[in-house]
């Protein structure tokens, strides 16, 4: 059984730090391109970065270029979200996911997480 859990997630304010994690079990999480995305409320769920299977190549939206640093560990089966500098408008849920292919779209990806909550006070 295949299950995603992150953590990591909750209130800081704005210029703050955190770092989410997400641990993969029954899956072979090297094999497979990792995902991060988010939902605010009120809003349909957005890409946020991803990153190959061996971790040679990601990708970042616009909104979070330059502060967040995606990032894995095969060896631990887990993946990993740096947010540095976070703004009120990163507040969300955030999920990571993973599928067999590197891509923006969610549609893309296999397995998703249960999600972890960043809110960011200004």
């Known amino acids: 059984q295949v299950q995603l859990v992150e953590s990591g997630g909750g209130l800081v304010q704005a210029g703050d730090s955190l770092r989410l994690s997400c641990a993969a079990s029954?899956?072979?999480?090297?094999?497979?391109?990792m995902g991060w995305f988010r939902q605010a409320p009120g809003k349909g769920r957005e890409f946020v970065a991803f990153?190959?299977?061996?971790?040679?190549?990601?990708d970042y939206a616009d909104s979070v270029k330059g502060r967040f640093t995606i990032s894995r560990d095969n060896a631990k089966n887990t993946g990993y979200l740096q947010m540095n500098s976070l703004r009120p408008e990163d507040t969300a849920v955030y999920y990571c996911?993973?599928?067999?292919?590197?891509?923006?779209?969610?549609?893309?990806?296999?397995?998703w997480g249960q999600g972890t909550q960043v809110t960011v006070s200004s």
């Open positions: 996911a993973v599928g067999g292919v590197r891509s923006r779209r969610d549609s893309q990806y296999n397995y």
């Open positions: 990153i190959s299977a061996p971790g040679s190549s990601s």
């Open positions: 029954g899956y072979t999480f090297s094999w497979s391109a």
